[in-house]
């Protein structure tokens, strides 16, 4: 989504958010548990869309229909839902299901490795149609670390309480990255149809006049194309491919461009302003960085 709607609410503190759904005041003023069914919807009409300060973690046996861009997705199971804080989306149904929902204030990290690695995981920027979907031992398996998480909440306060809470949210982490690169490959059919649309991409673009309109495609407009985050198409293409986005848009650059170097008669400098480079010692130096040769090193070495 490009333009952030007006009709939007934030949520600057996880009292707000209890407050807002019917919920006692949180055990925790910077993390909470939470189950679905004991949320309320609130009196007043909220916006369409709502944004939080804080990172959610959500699980729902029934997902139902979720918005992404202009589509709308239908998941018949169940599955959790990584956000993390600014991101927007929709307000929730008023049929919420039963699940629960693990709230994060940024400062709960404070001072912990948790707060610089939580922003490494890929799937906190995925979209509502990128649920990570679980198996009935997998659901076993995160129910357990939930539990954890909300007796210790619930239970009396000491000196190992913060570092207890924290563990259990790197565990549940770790195992949702475990979780994804499964689901990776389980829905194979499914991404080798993805995969197949971004080769379909990236060669449309190249042989066409947009490189020399926008250079070098970005990973975002990539991902648009396709339908998906761009968060999401890069950890599916590194967990099959071994390559992320950016690398496979530098492989294609790199192969179109040597095409070019052994096929015509073009300069260097006019091949690198049809690549869409204002300079050709940019073009120059990425190209040496992928192939450890200049593209005169390589021309002569194909001659």
């Keep these: 989504m490009k333009n952030k709607p007006n009709n939007l609410h934030k949520f600057r503190s996880l009292s707000e958010f209890h407050t807002m759904f019917g919920l006692p005041k949180p055990e925790h003023p910077l993390v909470s548990f939470i189950r679905l069914e004991d949320m309320s919807m609130p009196d007043v009409v909220l916006p369409d869309y709502l944004v939080l300060d804080f990172y959610k973690i959500a699980y729902k046996d029934t997902m139902g229909k979720a918005r992404y861009g202009q ?20 307000k929730p149904a008023a049929n919420k299901g039963k699940g629960c929902l693990i709230l994060l204030h940024p400062d709960f990290f404070l001072s912990y490795p948790l707060g610089n690695k ?20 997998e659901k076993e398996t995160l129910f357990s ?26 565990l549940l982490l ?8 499964r689901q990776f490959i389980t829905d194979k059919a499914a991404n080798d149809h993805l995969i197949e649309k971004f080769e379909k991409v ?3 673009y190249f042989n066409s006049d947009e490189p020399l309109q926008n250079g070098l495609p970005s990973v975002q407009k990539v991902a648009e194309q396709l339908n998906v985050s761009a968060g999401y198409l890069s950890d599916m293409l590194r967990s ?7 690398q ?25 302003y049809r690549m869409g480079f204002e300079y ?3 073009f120059t130096r990425l190209f040496k960085s992928k192939t450890s040769q200049t593209p005169l090193e390589f021309r002569q070495s194909f001659n």
């Design 71 to 90: 589509h709308h997705y239908d998941f018949g199971e169940g599955g959790l839902v990584f956000t993390a804080p600014g991101q927007l989306f929709e």
């Design 118 to 137: 939580i922003k490494h995981y890929g799937f906190f920027s995925y979209a509502a149609d990128e649920a990570l979907h679980i198996s009935e031992k």
């Design 145 to 170: 670390v939930f539990g954890i998480i909300d007796e210790e909440l619930k239970g009396r306060t000491d000196d190992f309480s913060q570092d207890v809470v924290i563990s259990q949210i790197e």
């Design 174 to 181: 770790n195992y949702s990255s475990r979780y994804y690169r």
């Design 202 to 204: 990236l060669d449309f």
């Design 240 to 246: 099959l491919t071994g390559l992320n986005t950016q």
């Design 248 to 272: 496979h848009i530098h492989h294609r650059f790199i192969e179109t461009a040597k095409e070019i170097l052994s096929t015509t008669d073009l300069s260097i400098s006019e091949i690198a």
């Design 280 to 282: 050709p010692q940019s």
